[in-house]
């Protein structure tokens, strides 16, 4: 079966820089999340799209944009990149009605050096 | 606001033996769902268990089974005959019903380390 599939799987950037994360959700899913896991934390909801809108927002920092496409692939826009960036970052879609499960993607981390 | 609360950090179990990881949530909404993930060290996210709040049975997956207390919004998991594959960081998560992807993030505890003894 199709799973989440995210990309890169590693990303190493420098401070100051952009970085683009790209999740491409189940087929069928009409909701995608995005989550930021820090070091031995447990992952922070940042932003998630229904149906290609906006559907709720969580500790998504300002320098962070985050989009569906008319495909349902999001992407995750990271610009300005300070060194508490650093993280992994998982996508994961559901489907309504499918009994609340979400589907997590294997993560992209992100490296801020 | 829904939150959930793991009070234990680390947990450590004799292979073969049975362990309980303790979980705890708040909401004000009367149907939900819960769930534990388990994070091994390639830190995939992988669903271990999933109760929905409107049933009273508790859920059950293999070695794995769960207590769900709701009047005392309690939600255990009890992993038995414990292998050296459960080791892992394990994740209480609550959910509300799916209402067409507005306000239904996964809301996530802050983990228990399990350590598995051979």
């Known amino acids: 079966a199709a799973g989440v599939i995210q990309s890169p799987r590693h990303l190493i950037k420098e401070k100051r820089e952009t970085a683009t994360l790209k999740c491409y959700p189940i087929?069928?899913?009409?909701?995608v999340y995005w989550y930021q896991q820090g070091p031995g934390q447990d992952p922070q909801f940042l932003i998630s799209?229904?149906?290609?809108?906006?559907?709720d927002k969580g500790s998504i920092p300002d320098r962070f944009s985050a989009q569906q496409f008319s495909d349902y692939h999001s992407e995750l826009n990271m610009s300005s990149l300070e060194l508490g960036d650093s993280a992994l970052y998982f996508c994961?879609?559901?489907?309504?009605?499918?009994?609340?499960?979400?589907?997590f993607g294997s993560g992209t981390q992100l490296s801020v050096l | 606001a829904q939150t959930v609360t793991q009070s234990q950090p680390e947990m450590s179990v004799q292979e073969a033996e049975t362990v309980t990881l303790s979980c705890t949530y708040d909401?004000?909404?009367?149907?939900?769902?819960l769930f534990w993930y388990k994070q091994p060290p390639s830190r995939q996210m992988i669903l271990v268990i999933r109760?929905?709040?409107?049933?009273?049975q508790n859920a059950t997956e293999n070695r794995f089974s769960v207590n769900f207390q709701k009047a005392a919004k309690s939600f255990s998991l009890k992993i038995s005959d414990s292998q050296l594959g459960d080791a892992a960081m394990y994740f209480c998560?609550?959910?509300?019903?799916?209402?067409?992807?507005?306000?239904?993030?996964?809301?996530f505890g802050t983990g228990t380390l399990l350590a598995v003894q051979p």
């Open positions: 994961a879609s559901s489907l309504g009605g499918q009994g609340g499960k979400l589907f």
């Open positions: 087929p069928r899913h009409d909701t």
């Open positions: 799209f229904y149906e290609k809108m906006q559907s």
């Open positions: 909401t004000s909404e009367s149907d939900y769902y």
């Open positions: 109760q929905e709040a409107y049933k009273q």
């Open positions: 998560a609550y959910r509300p019903t799916d209402y067409g992807g507005a306000t239904n993030k996964l809301i």
